[in-house]
């Protein structure tokens, strides 16, 4: 196909594509250059909760794109300032920043912790193992998968990274010098990996003994995609700085920074900026998500979310072999595989669905919110096929 040749052609190689050419979208549903339907079950990597063509978010769009597309953050704007009393009537934090990107966000987060830190002489970050926190050089400085690491050295220094889940290794880790931890509540591109219980109390327990930041990480894991506004409401704590994006612009760039009162006043004048941070046609398509999902979607997800984990833990008992572990929260799951799952990947596109798979096998599923059960039931009729061929074809062998 020729616009695949293109792809070849022109791009730097970032991106191995799928193989499906995608002309639009509608509801819970992809179509491609033939026509064929596809049920999308990874919502543009957690960006499309509201699935595609809502007409609320493009009124919300519509309207401001008549009024102005960008004015600059020299001015105070509407559309910013409407978001931002939702986000902070939401989540009750005190202050708040836009930026464009989760990378974006997590490099904000890093500027307030270290600036934060000088105020005691603390200066060390620590983050964990198989996290992920986006490709900017401060973000990548918080991994250590060689596979997004390797060849950008030299990183920031100052960073150690702890065992994620282990609650001996973020006790061996901090110190008086730590000045914040950053972490995923529910690791995404990790492989769908919830915090231990054990891990949050040992790191906030550790954070009334030596004074740090916690940083939470819900890029992928906020907005509702878990059933709560932010991931680590499941665990009865509350993190100083919160790093927001995928879902928060309805499908236009947009991420944002929420800070409690001991950061509030880390920032002035003129330390940190963007020019497109918090674009207004970004911020009017964000407060139509919100609304759209407090108008009746948060229950579903809750609803429908554990509806989709019990029909994948009846297939893991069925096939037992193939899959390892069932995990996640809410609409944030994923499928371990004792196999790696590209082709399984492949042969669900075949039969109409798009799913995901991420840390080389694990099936990762961020369906829209407005999924329903008819459609969990049919991702799962067709994924049961799939897993039956490929136990087949492994005892054929
Ligand atoms: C996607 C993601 C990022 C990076 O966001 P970008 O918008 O791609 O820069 C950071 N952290 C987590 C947990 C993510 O899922």
């Avoid at 490099?107 to 934060?116: A, G, L, P, S």
């Avoid at 000088?118 to 198989?130: A, Q, V």
């Avoid at 948060?298 to 019990?310: A, D, E, R, T, W």
Wanted: net charge neutral; with cysteine.
């Amino acid at each position: 196909m020729q616009i695949f040749d293109i792809e070849k052609e022109l791009f730097f190689s970032t991106y191995k594509r799928l193989e499906v050419y995608i002309k639009h979208g509608d509801g819970v549903y992809l179509f491609d250059n033939d026509g064929k339907r596809y049920l999308d079950m990874i919502s543009g990597i957690g960006v499309n909760v509201l699935g595609y063509g809502n007409e609320n978010v493009k009124k919300a769009i519509i309207e401001q794109v008549e009024k102005y597309l960008h004015l600059s953050n020299l001015f105070v704007q509407d559309p910013q300032v409407e978001l931002v009393k939702l986000l902070i009537e939401i989540s009750g934090y005190k202050k708040v920043f836009f930026t464009n990107s989760g990378a974006e966000a997590i490099e904000t987060c890093i500027k307030i912790t270290r600036k934060w830190g000088k105020r005691f002489g603390k200066t060390e970050l620590i983050s964990f193992s198989n996290s992920f926190h986006g490709r900017t050089m401060g973000a990548l400085s918080l991994m250590d998968r060689a596979k997004y690491r390797d060849g950008y050295e030299p990183f920031l220094p100052e960073i150690s990274k702890a065992r994620y889940n282990n609650v001996k290794d973020i006790e061996e880790k901090v110190n008086h010098k730590t000045a914040g931890v950053f972490l995923e509540f529910v690791q995404g591109e990790g492989g769908i990996v919830p915090a231990d219980e054990n891990l949050i109390k040992k790191i906030f327990e550790l954070k009334e003994k030596f004074n740090f930041l916690v940083v939470a990480d819900e890029i992928q894991c906020g907005l509702w995609r878990t059933g709560k506004f932010f991931a680590f409401e499941h665990y009865d704590v509350k993190p100083d700085i919160v790093a927001l994006a995928k879902p928060l612009g309805g499908g236009l760039p947009l991420g944002a920074v929420f800070g409690n009162e001991k950061v509030a006043d880390v920032f002035t004048f003129g330390t940190h900026g963007s020019t497109f941070g918090g674009n207004p046609v970004a911020c009017s398509a964000g407060c139509a998500v919100i609304k759209e999902i407090q108008n009746g979607l948060i229950q579903s997800v809750m609803l429908v979310g554990n509806y989709f984990k019990s029909k994948l833990l009846e297939l893991k008992m069925k096939h037992q072999k193939l899959v390892k572990d069932i995990r996640g929260l809410g609409l944030m799951l994923g499928v371990e595989l004792n196999i790696e799952c590209f082709d399984i990947v492949r042969r669900l596109i075949q039969k109409g669905i798009i799913a995901n798979c991420t840390n080389n096998n694990v099936i990762r599923l961020l369906p829209p919110f407005i999924i329903k059960e008819e459609h969990i039931d049919f991702f799962i009729e067709k994924f049961d096929e799939v897993l039956n061929e490929f136990q087949q074809q492994s005892s054929g062998k």
